[in-house]
Nanobody
Framework: QVQLVESGGGLVQPGGSLRLSCTASGSIFSFNDMSWYRQAPGKQRDLVARITSTGSTVYAGSMKGRFTISRDNAKNTVYLQMNSLKPEDTAVYYC???????????WGQGIQVTVSS
C-alpha cells in the first residue's frame, strides 16, 4: 500500500505562484512515476505533469513554461511549482503514484487551488 499526502494549496491572486508538495509513504518501489492531475467542478480529471524516477518529465501543453514538476527521491516527495497562475487554473489538484511493479495506481486526497482577485 502507498499513501500520498498533498500540501501547499490555497488562495492566490492571478499572476501569483504556489508550490504543491506530495509525499509518498508505504510500499514504495524505486522505479515509479509520480504525477499531478487536476479537476474542476463538472469537468474531467486531466494530467498536469508527470515525472519518472530518473527525472524525465512530461507536461500538458498549456502548462509548459508556467509549471515545473520536480522530485526529491530521498524524501519520496514530488513538487509542482506553479507560476503566472490564472483563474482557469482553479481546481482540485491530485497527486498520483504508479509503478510497473504494482498492479495498483494510488491517488492523494486532493488539494484545492483557487486563483482569484
Amino acid at each position: 500500500q502507498v499513501q500520498l499526502v498533498e500540501s501547499g494549496g490555497g488562495l492566490v491572486q492571478p499572476g501569483g505562484s504556489l508550490r504543491l508538495s506530495c509525499t509518498a509513504s508505504g510500499s514504495i518501489f524505486s522505479f515509479n512515476d509520480m504525477s499531478w492531475y487536476r479537476q474542476a467542478p463538472g469537468k474531467q480529471r486531466d494530467l498536469v505533469a508527470r515525472i519518472t524516477s530518473t527525472g524525465s518529465t512530461v507536461y500538458a501543453g498549456s502548462m509548459k513554461g508556467r509549471f515545473t514538476i520536480s522530485r526529491d527521491n530521498a524524501k519520496n516527495t514530488v513538487y509542482l511549482q506553479m507560476n503566472s497562475l490564472k483563474p482557469e487554473d482553479t481546481a482540485v489538484y491530485y497527486c498520483q503514484y504508479a509503478s510497473s511493479r504494482s498492479p495498483y495506481i494510488y491517488w492523494g486526497q486532493g488539494i484545492q487551488v483557487t486563483v482569484s482577485s
